[in-house]
């Protein structure tokens, strides 16, 4: 069950980390069913909404509230996928409105007009998140989708005392477009728009991982609407890929994408203690690991004995009668 790997990431996410879950892929490779599921078989967002409520209700020292967003990335545009219909004519088509990112004199990015909607509860969750893939627009093509779907938890934890501030934290889970090169898709027109598109956006999601791979100063997080991947901040990739031998060079591109992110430090940017104290920790478990080897060797050496002198003692039974 994928939701294994899922459920330690969404306890980060509530201690106040930045968490970001990708579903990662070439087209048809189950990475919207992996996210989203069915009615019988929920993916992973109604599960991790799920289980973030049922964690703050057993979680007395402290006090939480989430609130939820939802967007669309389609041809380099952002659409809120949770903001209000307008009051239609006849014959006139719902627009949505196409959303500025924003970047403060921090750093932070921000997405401006970006619907947020407070749920108190999974029932009331589960019912945005329901109206947001409803309006989410997917248009196939011969094997391209066009668009990448954004879910946004903010959690806001406070401590039981009145003068304690707010931790504030992001939960990013993403469904991006299909990873597949513009040759394969045999794609024209507007198709060829849709796929040059989702290629750009991927592209922006690859350059920062080389960023952080090769340590620069500046990371371009704006690219990705801020889910950062780094210090501070926890990020799953689920690497999707196709088991036909047609989709081979894809597959290869999909894992090759998958280890240069496996590779980025995830310390990077720490205070010098905590690195010392990181590793200092890891020495131990390696040594913790290395003495229990060796104790389990001793153990599989007193079996082999005991099996052997069991064995024996059966001969000189056996001659004996």
Not at 294 to 305: D, V
Request: proline share 3%; glycine share 6%.
């Amino acid at each position: 069950d994928v939701f294994v790997d899922v459920e330690p990431i969404l306890r980060s996410a509530l201690d106040g980390h930045n968490v970001s879950i990708l579903a990662y892929g070439q087209t048809g490779t189950g990475k919207t069913f992996t996210m989203d599921g069915t009615t019988v078989q929920p993916g992973i967002v109604p599960r991790a909404l799920k289980e973030l409520f049922q964690q703050v209700s057993s979680d007395k020292s402290f006090s939480y509230t989430f609130s939820m967003s939802m967007l669309e990335v389609y041809m380099g545009n952002l659409r809120d996928l949770l903001a209000s219909k307008p009051a239609l004519r006849t014959n006139e088509t719902v627009s949505r409105c196409n959303l500025n990112i924003q970047t403060d004199p921090k750093g932070s990015v921000e997405i401006e007009g970006l619907t947020q909607v407070e749920i108190p509860d999974f029932a009331k969750a589960r019912w945005w998140y329901t109206k947001g893939r409803r309006a989410r627009s997917t248009s196939w093509t011969n094997v391209n989708e066009a668009s990448s779907s954004l879910t946004r938890i903010v959690i806001s934890r406070r401590g039981d005392t009145p003068e304690a501030k707010p931790k504030i934290s992001k939960l990013w889970m993403v469904d991006l477009g299909g990873s597949e090169r513009l040759l394969k898709t045999g794609a024209t027109g507007q198709t060829l728009d849709e796929g040059r598109a989702i290629n750009l956006s991927l592209s922006a999601l690859g350059d920062v991982i080389a960023a952080l791979r090769r340590k620069k100063g500046h990371v371009p997080y704006r690219q990705v609407l801020g889910f950062k991947y780094g210090v501070g901040s926890k990020v799953l990739m689920l690497v999707h890929i196709s088991p036909c031998q047609e989709d081979l060079e894809e597959t290869i591109c999909s894992l090759s994408f998958a280890k240069r992110a496996k590779a980025v430090d995830s310390s990077r940017g720490l205070p010098e203690d905590l690195k010392k104290l990181r590793e200092k920790r890891i020495s131990e478990l390696e040594e913790n690991m290395r003495e229990v080897e060796e104790e389990c060797q001793k153990l599989a050496n007193q079996i082999s004995k005991a099996e052997f002198l069991l064995s024996e003692n059966r001969k000189l039974y056996s001659t004996a009668y």
